[in-house]
């Protein structure tokens, strides 16, 4: 046995030739056998990382296609990507995947938003139809985000992970917070 296959798996524990450990064999087991390539490198010792490949957003889409999406281009230069009743707008910007505006389920052709009013979340579309969010639809937009996330190949945020995220917050009790100062009592 040559002295190279005799020290190969010492390598692989990283212990240093001409140490107490070499010497006495540790690491050496029954039946522990290296795996020496044609140039006499411990294979196991030396390996690469694979280069990560950069997607382009028609690369994106066409994962998105492959995992079961609907991708529609529309007139606006953003394409719809929908899956059952949920759907969401996309756009390329600069090579990245941009979202117009987060996910939401499909109202009459439009997409609408989920906006937690404090008391109960609804979805509301631009042109002002809403309706109430039931459970299944809060599961099944939560479902479409990670699905969406995985095929476009980005990462999942802890917050995001945990559940439902609101596009809009409207609380009655602050009512004009968001518009500057709100009018006081004695103002009305």
Not at 13 to 31: H, K, Q
Not at 78 to 92: F, S, Y
Not at 93 to 108: N, P, T, Y
Not at 117 to 138: E, H, I, M, V
Request: charged residues 30%.
């Amino acid at each position: 046995m040559s002295l190279s296959t005799r020290l190969a798996p010492l390598f692989a524990y990283g212990i240093p030739l001409g140490s107490r450990l070499a010497d006495e064999g540790v690491g050496r087991g029954p039946g522990v056998r290296p795996t020496i390539n044609a140039d006499g490198y411990n294979v196991h010792m030396f390996f690469r990382r694979r280069r990560p490949t950069e997607l382009t957003f028609q690369d994106r889409l066409d994962n998105l296609k492959r995992a079961g999406f609907s991708v529609a281009p529309r007139a606006d230069g953003t394409v719809r990507v929908n899956k059952g009743e949920c759907a969401v707008a996309l756009r390329e910007s600069g090579g990245q995947v941009r979202r117009v505006e987060l996910a939401g389920i499909l109202m009459g052709g439009e997409i609408g938003s989920l906006v937690d009013g404090g008391y109960q979340k609804f979805f509301r579309t631009p042109s002002g139809k809403s309706k109430p969010a039931l459970a299944d639809d809060l599961k099944a937009l939560h479902d479409f985000e990670e699905d969406l996330k995985q095929g476009l190949g980005l990462e999942t945020l802890y917050n995001e992970a945990l559940g439902t995220v609101s596009t809009y917050y409207l609380y009655d009790r602050v009512k004009d917070r968001d518009r500057g100062v709100p009018k006081r009592v004695w103002e009305q």
